[in-house]
């Protein structure tokens, strides 16, 4: 199967990801990957600093996270992310990214469960082993 996904199987999808908060977009299925167009459900952010909600979005940027693979094929969800501006006269803090849904940590590049397999994978073999199997399965 090689092009976009249709809106019905966006839901087989969604079930298969078991990522609450995420919306897909779009999913392009390629030979050897799969590829996720997503964003986040929330439409507002609560400010790290001072906790007031804003709904006034300052930008918007993708970071691209790698999951699990699905029938041989990479995972990679491009996920949407909003930078919210705290409407707080008071506040120091201007601008703030949105609370990512769980499942996935700030600053990571893998879900939380392609992180998990990683480190699992990690302890369990070390070296270049390690290297070796994970270049096949993750
Ligand atoms: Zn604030």
Redesign the pocket.
């Known amino acids: 199967m090689n092009g976009f996904a249709k809106n019905s199987e966006y839901c087989f999808f969604n079930t298969l990801l078991q990522l609450p908060g995420i919306i897909i977009n779009d999913v392009h299925v390629e030979e050897s990957r799969i590829i996720i167009m997503a964003q986040t459900k929330e439409k507002y952010g609560t ?1 790290p ?2 906790g ?1 909600r804003s709904h006034r979005i300052h930008s918007v940027y993708c970071r691209t996270l790698q999951d699990l693979p699905v029938c041989a094929r990479e995972v990679f969800i491009k996920l949407q992310i909003k930078k919210f501006v ?1 409407t ?1 006269p008071r ?1 120091k ?1 201007k601008v703030f990214s949105q609370r990512l849904p769980s499942g996935i940590r700030r600053y990571s590049r893998r879900t939380g469960r392609a992180e998990e397999q990683l480190t699992q994978l990690s302890l369990e073999v070390s070296g270049r082993k390690g290297s070796w199997i994970s270049k096949l399965i993750c």
């Open positions: 400010c600093l001072c007031k705290c707080n506040c803090k």
